[in-house]
């Protein structure tokens, strides 16, 4: 900091003295002409930031088809037109279709619920225009223009100051800084000072807390540091969420396992002399054999089950993917203002001269709690003290606090209203106070003065409060209260007091009072202010949300690192961290100017690799910070919810903005909302995500398993010569309409309980892990095998081909039906797991059954598939032999368990 005469040329308006600044924004004291106003609008636009519009239902509907798996499955419908294979083709359009419709319904209703949840803002400032004041919208400020702020007023552009008198202004939603910031708008500062140490300056997005300001508006719209930071938002490409890349790889896995079996069997039918018409045949029932054709809607259905879940546990998800994508997070980045904590300065601490502590519980602008000792039991006179501490916290104070129809609400300073609060916890009122103690004179507090004071009529006395910085009451006061009584002040006792409360992250305001026998209303200045009594210290702090301290312990059990950014003091960050225990080895929180000093990625990376606690982060740092931990391999989830969040949220695998008190430009950039700001809903939101999961991964395990003994049961049939076991129309009606409800249903499976305790899945970890493949081989392998065992059997007892295929396709159906109670769960036993709890599974798996049943005996389905009735004992016969799937099954879960254990 210099001073304003040591003037840096290089253009920053917090750089360049009041004088300069008039001079390069063309402007006056007086404010610009109305004439010069309109025409500066009508050049430049208006002050207001570009708007993402809500995505249209045609591109929503469009945007379903772009997915790796529905191309194959495209590739697969236009290959079954080009050989005229009519029913093939409309199959597999009705599953993209409905894929379409289910999807598109999902992401709109979403959509719909995030616009619903913006806020109407103030869109009215007062500003200097040819001399006089003017009340215009926000929208119609200009550069140039001289704006009037006062308490309580949303700054609406970035702003040098010209005067201000005790302008206190709070920037946690730009900055991350939690407490009100002191301006001056006689200083000046270095070009490179950051945002949060410009104190010449006002942003966009701020809050007035107490006081009044003047200044030059110097950036409006996406000029403003706001806008910088939504521009750089808008622009970037959002990241890939976990599920994407897992579908994304497993879906090229499939093609490739598709093209080379394909190649494989029309060379070898090829050459055994089979006409091209038949070989296009074969590919084709290949291809709809190995493909999971259902797998798109049933990841839809899943994706939206877990919205739906979600939903009803306060979290609104703006795009399906990011179900999953919370679940899969292996390391949370949270804001600690408005979300760890509950973004109100309250009183936790009250300190007694004499070394008594005492607790008052309780947060928020709810006067709810109680005030009592630390440690000791009270004694009588302790509650005097408390009663007489609390009595000059409300006499000496300008808030307002008072019960609405809404609930609490409240008006003024933040430390005035947090003492209201205090003292109101121990039943004492501003209003009754005040009907009591006639206010007779006051001295407002200042920030030269770091204090205020109060004169109060009480009977035929006088009352005198004051409240303020420790070192600015010191030198009023003669004595100090202790449990005796008064006795002689001790500034070193009190200093010492003051600087461990200080570092155990508190904010630290003393209070001293006296009564006189003397009329002092006329002369009440400074200087009348002399032996007082010091009453006590009290320390005030952000508090946690009630929930904060259990919800990180969750994600502790359920494997997942947090780490906490802020734009706070360093002490004042690792304080709330203690208090969370989300720090145990780190003594020290790793700052922005640390971060700054890096020179390389490396030096960064290791700044960040066992870091929990960052302090002074500024917005880039933010990003910085994140994409550090992506390159350390994690999955990062981001949650926040100012504007200094925005490219964090952007960059991270997922995004969790706060509903309530969240800003407009984070909403806009999240996937996930926590409508009611509570960092436990975003743990619950892990929890049903890891089941949506689990969901998916289940029925990727009962198409691929299905589709694979399919491939078998073919593979067989080629290489002993036998004719296709299934054709294209039977494995469509196999895999799309019997199995298609079963896959669907089998999404609707409930929690399993252990998803809080397990660790999530390494991020390098594919769909396809070593369980899911050893249970697929496992169990296609018994299906197939059965199945082509059946088929054979068939004709060497004379059936013909029809009536062997008729019989294959009832065995296959039968084992889906079987095999769908294996997926449930890949290590606890079918027998062990009741079908009741997901009923919609078992009554999905009846229908199935009872679907091919009738079309059996239905006339014109049945000419379609093929297909016949059978008798009971064949359909028994049937039954018996898909039972082997799950005796298989359940030998391999008792092997794992016991190689597991022993």
Not at 31 to 39: M, P, R
Not at 384 to 396: E, G, S, Y
Not at 509 to 519: C, N
Not at 700 to 705: E, G, K, N, P
Request: aromatic share 6%; net charge negative.
């Amino acid at each position: 900091m210099r001073n304003s005469m040591d003037l840096d040329h290089d253009g920053f308006p917090h750089a360049q003295s009041i004088e300069d600044c008039y001079s390069k924004y063309q402007t006056s004291r007086h404010g610009l002409s109305v004439k010069e106003a309109g025409l500066r609008l009508q050049q430049n636009g208006r002050n207001r930031l570009p708007e993402t519009r809500p995505i249209g239902i045609g591109i929503l509907f469009i945007r379903q088809f772009s997915s790796p798996l529905i191309y194959v499955l495209l590739a697969a419908a236009i290959l079954s037109i080009v050989i005229q294979e009519w029913s093939d083709a409309l199959f597999i359009g009705a599953v993209l279709l409905i894929n379409a419709v289910i999807g598109t319904f999902q992401e709109y209703s979403a959509q719909q619920a995030a616009v619903a949840l913006k806020k109407l803002v103030t869109t009215q400032c007062q500003v200097m225009r040819d001399g006089d004041s003017y009340l215009i919208d926000a929208e119609d400020l200009v550069v140039g223009d001289i704006i009037l702020l006062s308490s309580g007023d949303r700054v609406p552009a970035d702003i040098r100051l010209t005067g201000g008198h005790d302008l206190e202004v709070d920037e946690s939603l730009l900055t991350g800084e939690s407490q009100a910031i002191l301006k001056n708008s006689d200083l000046t500062f270095v070009s490179d000072t950051g945002l949060a140490d410009r104190l010449n300056m006002l942003f966009a997005g701020s809050m007035v807390g107490r006081g009044r300001g003047r200044g030059i508006v110097v950036a409006t719209a996406l000029n403003t540091e706001l806008g910088h930071i939504a521009e750089s938002v808008l622009n970037k490409p959002p990241t890939k969420a976990p599920l994407i890349i897992r579908m994304e790889n497993f879906t090229h896995k499939v093609a490739l396992v598709v093209g080379i079996a394909a190649l494989i069997m029309a060379v070898v039918t090829f050459f055994q002399g089979m006409l091209l018409s038949e070989i296009f045949l074969l590919v084709v029932a290949l291809a709809v054999s190995v493909i999971p054709e259902g797998l798109p809607v049933a990841l839809t259905v899943a994706l939206a089950i877990g919205m739906r879940r979600m939903a009803r546990r306060n979290v609104i998800v703006r795009r399906l993917v990011a179900v999953e994508a919370l679940g899969s997070c292996t390391f949370i980045a949270t804001d600690k203002t408005g979300t760890l904590t509950v973004n109100q300065l309250t009183v936790k601490r009250i300190q007694s001269p004499d070394y008594k502590t005492w607790k008052v519980t309780g947060s928020g602008i709810e006067p709810e709690g109680e005030i009592k000792p630390l440690f000791d039991q009270p004694t009588p006179g302790d509650g005097q003290w408390v009663q007489r501490l609390c009595h000059t916290a409300v006499l000496c104070n300008e808030a307002v606090l008072g019960h609405t129809a809404d609930g609490w609400a409240h008006q003024g300073d933040a430390v005035d209203v947090s003492l209201l609060l205090m003292a109101h916890k121990q039943g004492i009122t501003r209003a009754e106070m005040i009907s009591q103690y006639e206010e007779l004179a006051s001295i407002p507090y200042e920030s030269e003065r770091s204090y205020s004071a109060s004169l109060n009529r009480y009977k035929k006395q006088q009352l005198i409060s004051v409240k303020g910085a420790l070192e600015k009451l010191i030198p009023m006061c003669s004595l100090m209260a202790s449990e005796e009584g008064d006795q002689a002040i001790d500034a070193e006792v009190l200093k010492r007091q003051a600087i461990e409360m200080a570092r155990q992250g508190y904010r630290v305001l003393a209070l001293a009072s006296a009564r006189v026998g003397h009329d002092m209303q006329k002369d009440f200045e400074e200087h009348r202010l002399q032996d007082l009594t010091l009453l006590g210290l009290v320390g005030m702090i952000d508090p946690l949300r009630a929930e904060a301290k259990a919800a990180i312990s969750s994600c502790r059990t359920a494997g997942i690192q947090v780490a906490m950014i802020t734009g706070d003091h360093p002490e004042t960050a690792m304080a709330i961290a203690r208090e969370l225990d989300l720090v145990q080895n780190q003594e020290v929180a790793i700052t922005g100017n640390q971060l700054r000093s890096a020179k390389t990625q490396g030096e960064l990376d290791d700044m960040t690799r066992d870091a929990r606690v960052f302090a002074r982060i500024e917005p880039q740092q933010k990003l910085d910070i994140v994409e550090s931990l992506q390159r350390h391999g994690h999955f990062v989830a981001v949650s926040g919810d100012g504007a200094n969040d925005a490219p964090a949220l952007r960059a991270a695998q997922v995004g969790v903005a706060m509903g309530k008190s969240g800003t407009d430009v984070a909403r806009e950039t999240a996937e996930l909302i926590i409508t009611d700001d509570n960092f436990s809903s975003m743990v619950a939101g892990v929890e049903e995500g890891r089941i949506a999961y689990t969901n998916v991964s289940n029925v990727i395990f009962l198409l691929v398993s299905t589709g694979m003994a399919e491939l078998v049961l073919f593979t067989l049939a080629l290489i002993t010569g036998l004719p296709l076991p299934l054709v294209a129309v039977q494995l469509l009606w196999l895999n799309l309409v019997t199995n298609g409800i079963q896959h669907i249903a089998l999404a609707f499976e409930p929690a399993m309980g252990d998803e809080l305790k397990r660790p999530p899945r390494a991020p390098q970890e594919p769909i396809f892990n070593r369980i899911m493949i050893e249970r697929v081989v496992i169990s296609a392998l018994v299906m197939g095998f059965v199945a082509f065992y059946v088929f054979q059997w068939l004709l060497t007892q004379g059936y013909s081909i029809d009536q062997a295929r008729n019989g294959t396709l009832l065995l296959m159906v039968l084992f889906e039906n079987i095999h769908v109670f294996n997926c449930r769960s890949e290590s606890r036993s079918v027998f062990g797991h009741s079908p009741f709890r997901n009923r919609i599974l078992l009554f999905g798996t009846l229908a199935a059954q009872l679907i091919h049943i009738g079309a059996m005996y239905t006339p014109w389905i049945k000419d379609v598939l093929h297909i016949e009735p059978v008798t009971l004992e064949q359909w028994l016969e049937l039954l018996l032999m898909a039972f082997s799937v799950l005796l298989v099954m359940e030998l391999h879960k008792l092997y794992r368990y016991l190689a597991k254990r022993f």
